[in-house]
């Protein structure tokens, strides 16, 4: 047998996690590693927070799974504080990211058939967006590499340019029930949403009676610097997705919609075996117990700017690599002039600091919401040396 015992999909590197201590990795060989991907923007609170393990620990004692036949305080209790937090009336939990997209999808969807738009079922998304790896959400992303092998695609997507509004604006037709957009791209390389873009979805999802659905899988969370980064932008979606950083590390995501936006989500239209679960709820308030609180976003803001300033101060010392930063709060992208991965790999294997390749020759930098300072001058330390032994011929 020549195959692997995990199915080969994932072009895994020689690192090889074992243990977490705050903000660091430690590999099986004993190797010590700055932990600035985050598990890509997962492991929002760091590797050994006493409140998540607490709460995951006293959860496992208590209950681990019961079905959603039956009521659960514990998913009541985390949709109401989510709902308090945000633009949202409700909650429908998932274990991941693709899956709260794919119940964004069909919510969407069920609002326009349930008022008789059997016709509108279309969403119009944007190129070089991410959205999953299920069929439904490659298909709603233009990229090809993600559709070879998986054709015939699911129709009912359309595709144009990211922050084209007049471009989006024309792709409306009658079959159109929404836009499905990432306020922050993230595998797409940290592109940021004009303002103009996104007010200008929402006013055409207004007056077209259209859903606004806001993919934060990546960006939410605290990740930009508020909770979720269309507070940002002074406009509240229809319907949103989430997950990564709400679990701190545990599978856990969740679709928020207000009323309107759920009316077609009725008895018998969805659900999930271990979508709310006991054990997911307690790291989801564990997370809520930290994230949302204002003094500590404004310290995630107050650390993005200093990280963000003495990268964009560095890179001049580099201009035959860099060109430039962009990214808020630790939500941060360095843009290469070159393919990032090679130099990924460089800090990873010959530094010791974990980053994240993207999209447009973006290098992501998704350090964990709880670092101090100690930990930004240790990633200087290692982009410093990294910057400076690293030879273009590694790119090969």
């Known amino acids: 047998m020549s195959i692997t015992p995990l199915m080969p999909v994932y072009p895994r590197c020689g690192v090889r996690p074992v243990r977490g201590e705050h903000c660091h990795l430690i590999s099986e060989d004993g190797r010590r590693f700055l932990d600035f ?16 393990i607490g709460a995951i620990q006293k959860q496992a004692e208590t209950l681990m799974h019961v079905s959603n036949l039956y009521g659960s305080p514990q998913g009541e209790k985390i949709a109401q504080r989510l709902v308090d937090l945000t633009f949202a009336d409700t909650v429908f939990f998932t274990n991941s990211g693709a899956e709260a997209v794919e119940c964004a999808i069909k919510t969407a969807r069920a609002y326009h058939q349930s008022v008789g738009n059997e016709d509108k079922f279309e969403l119009i998304t944007f190129n070089n967006a991410f959205h999953g790896r299920t069929m439904a959400t490659i298909s709603a992303s233009s990229q090809d590499k993600m559709h070879k092998g998986f054709l015939p695609l699911l129709p009912g997507f359309k595709y144009c340019d990211f922050n084209d509004l ?17 306020p922050i791209q993230g595998e797409g390389g940290i592109r940021e949403a004009s303002d103009e873009f996104l007010q200008g979805l929402r006013k055409l999802c207004d007056e077209h009676d259209l859903m606004l659905v806001l ?3 990546q960006s939410g969370v605290g990740r930009a610097g508020t909770f979720y980064a269309y507070e940002q932008y002074g406009i509240e979606p229809d319907i949103m997705a989430t997950a990564k950083g709400i679990g701190g590390g545990f599978p856990v995501g969740a679709c928020l919609a207000t009323e309107k936006a759920a009316r077609g989500m009725v008895f018998g239209t969805h659900g999930s075996t271990y979508g709310g679960n006991p054990f997911a709820m307690a790291a989801v308030g564990a997370i809520l117990d930290v994230v949302p609180d204002e003094t500590f976003l404004a310290e995630v803001r107050a650390k993005g700017d200093r990280l963000k300033a003495r990268i964009e101060q560095f890179i001049g010392n580099y201009p035959e690599l860099f060109e430039g930063v962009r ?22 294997d010959n530094h010791g600091v974990l980053t994240v390749a993207a999209g447009d020759n973006v290098v992501r930098v998704l350090p964990p919401l709880v670092i101090d300072d100690s930990h930004i001058d240790e990633f200087m330390e290692k982009l410093s040396a990294g910057a400076e032994s690293y030879q273009p011929q590694e790119a090969g």
């Open 37 to 52: 991907a985050s598990g890509i923007a997962v492991n929002a609170l760091g590797h050994s927070h006493k409140g998540l």
């Open 166 to 182: 007049e471009a989006a604006k024309a792709a409306i037709g009658p079959n159109t029930a929404g836009f499905l957009v990432e």
């Open 215 to 217: 993919d934060e899988v």
């Open 327 to 348: 990214g808020r709060g630790l939500f941060i992208g360095i843009k290469l002039k070159t393919e990032p991965r090679p130099f990924v790999a460089h800090l990873r």
